[in-house]
């Protein structure tokens, strides 16, 4: 029985005509419509799927416009894109965090640069606060000095007015008992009198008063031409390293240090070859650099001249003897606080100057009295805190040789290492391989006892440092040969 809405050929066969297909994107594509679900051609459901031309499509238009064409379901290719879905979520999760991360880390990278900032102002304000503090005192022993030529000056003076007030009254005399001896009436007494005044008036014009030869206004000149000199020089020195400051802060290398390193490394070159060219592999040679020292002598050849710092002193400590003794204030002597930087504000500790960055270097310490600590630290270390992080061996950027009456110990990072040998001199030495990573601990007299060595890498110029105890005193030993 045929379809009632079936359309008969010329041949009187009924049959379904397959339309022509229709080119992509024209108006016969139009009539399935996605949106409703149904085919709005044949009004069948959109339950195939083209992969083709992918789009939904229901089975009469496959059959009329989808020849050859890659087909599936509706649900097979709802669940093949669900897990292409799936994956697309998960990688665009993951990327969402790694942003969510990458914006975290970078409000933790400002944090951080506004902390660096702060604390980098600090650290150069304390370095500036200190070129100042040691300008000030080199200013305060300028005027000292211009003081004493000035009351040189002043006494010289004095004693030329005075000496001329003295020959002034002797002339008013002499004039006077000319002017007697020109009115007198008598002949005889004139000629008494002449002869021997004549023979005083020429002693007084063959020895006229004194005078200073010497300019007293010369000193003052020569001091302003000196500081007028030194003046210049320190701007120019000035101006150069802060150029160098900005260079680096801008990402740029020290040129002088980079010059510095390669005649370093130049060097070292070629004393390796030199040695390396004559020695078989795979043996070493002992040169007398690798060679530790051992007599207090040899020690010596590594001298280095260490000053202490106010500007780091906590306010209870007193420096003296050229900034190299450092003890207790009396509590009636202690000075008023003034704030540096730099400044250990909880713990009596000082810090030298100088930083030790050589590859070997030595010095020596008198300790009189009781507790002391012998340490080396970073300049970073922290003066703030009440908390051991501010102590000498208390932190990571410290190591402190602890003495008492009884013993000594080795702090580093809060730990403690008691030695067995106790204290019988005073007189201690420290000595420093940089290149090597050491830190070693002595007593010094005539010869040298061993009490402990450290090993380390250090990453940064060592600066040596004390703590006091009640009633001590630590002088840095002057090692220069006038001074063994």
Known sequence: MERPDAKRSHSGRGFMRAPKRAASGSAETTRCSPGSGVCARHNAPLDVYCCTEQRCVCALCTSAEHSGHRIGTVREER????????????????????????YENLGETLKRIQEAAGETQDYCESVLVGLIDSLQRHYTSVRELIGGHGEEAAARVEDSRRTLQGAMEDLRKR???LDRLAQTDSDLHFLQEWTSMQRLCKEDHRHPVYEDSEDPFHPFEMTKRAVDQLGEQLEKIIDRKFDLVSQTAGGGELQESEEESEEDDLQQRFEANDTQSHVPSGVHIMTERDMEPQTRAEFLQYACGLRLDPATAHEDLAISAGD?????????????????????????QVLCREGLRAERCYYEVEVEGGKAEIA??????????????????????????????????VSHRSDS??????????????????????????????????LYKVEAEFTEPLYPGFWLGEDCCIRICDLRPDGV
């Open 175 to 177: 004039d006077a008992e």
């Open 79 to 102: 669940r093949r894109k669900q897990m292409e879905l799936g994956n697309l979520q998960t990688k665009s999760k993951q990327i969402l965090r790694t942003q969510e991360e990458k």
């Open 417 to 450: 290492v008691q030695l067995t040998a106790r204290p019988s001199r005073s007189r201690l030495g420290v000595y420093l391989n940089c290149r090597e990573g050491t830190l070693s601990f002595y007593e010094v007299s005539d010869t040298m006892v061993f």
């Open 324 to 348: 190299r003794e450092v003890r207790l204030s009396p509590l009636g002597r202690r000075r008023p606080s003034v704030r540096f930087p730099l400044r250990f504000l909880h713990r009596r």
């Open 376 to 409: 080396l630290a970073y300049r970073g270390m922290d003066r703030k805190s009440r908390t051991h992080v501010s102590a000498f061996g208390g932190n990571a950027k410290s190591w402190s040789l602890d003495r008492s009456a009884n013993h000594y110990s």
